[in-house]
């Protein structure tokens, strides 16, 4: 077997469907959509939350709450998280990123202070819980802010 040999299998193939192309092609005249109405025009059909001209459940329900768009969020980790980690070197965020704590670089880091320290550590993160940053000083290790840019 050749390298030009090779083909598909019979019937893996399918020819496409030309519609509009005259009655020779058998998909001419209505081109498929069959005969007039919302459907067979062009950029016809219902809009998403269409619901046969009933108010929509997105109107029928009422708003409430509030985002603010101005909001810091932080990534947060617990101690119990850092007690695992196999370092004695400084706890940074890069560190956290190829452990896999923290998702992207740049987010901001906060600790918080589920879980027990044994060793002493130096961390550096953009905030710390009181307690946390108790525990950290409990253990005889460093809680150091990383300032937000």
Do not use: W
């Amino acid at each position: 077997m050749k390298l030009h040999d090779l083909a598909p299998s019979r019937g893996a193939k399918h020819k496409r469907k030309r519609i509009g192309r005259g009655p020779g092609s058998g998909h001419g005249k209505t081109a498929t959509k069959g005969h007039k109405g919302l459907k067979a025009r062009s950029g016809g059909g219902k809009r998403p939350g269409f619901e046969g001209g009933q108010m929509p459940l997105i109107r029928r329900v009422p708003k409430y709450g509030f985002t603010n768009q101005f909001r810091t969020e932080y990534t947060i980790i617990n101690l119990k998280s850092l007690a695992d980690l196999e370092t004695t070197e400084a706890i940074t965020p890069q560190l956290l990123m190829n452990e896999g704590l923290v998702r992207r670089k740049g987010e901001l880091i906060k600790i918080l202070a589920q879980g027990e320290l044994t060793k002493p550590l130096v961390v550096q993160a953009h905030k710390f819980s009181k307690s946390a940053e108790a525990k950290i000083q409990a253990a005889g290790g460093r809680a150091e802010v990383i300032p937000c840019v």
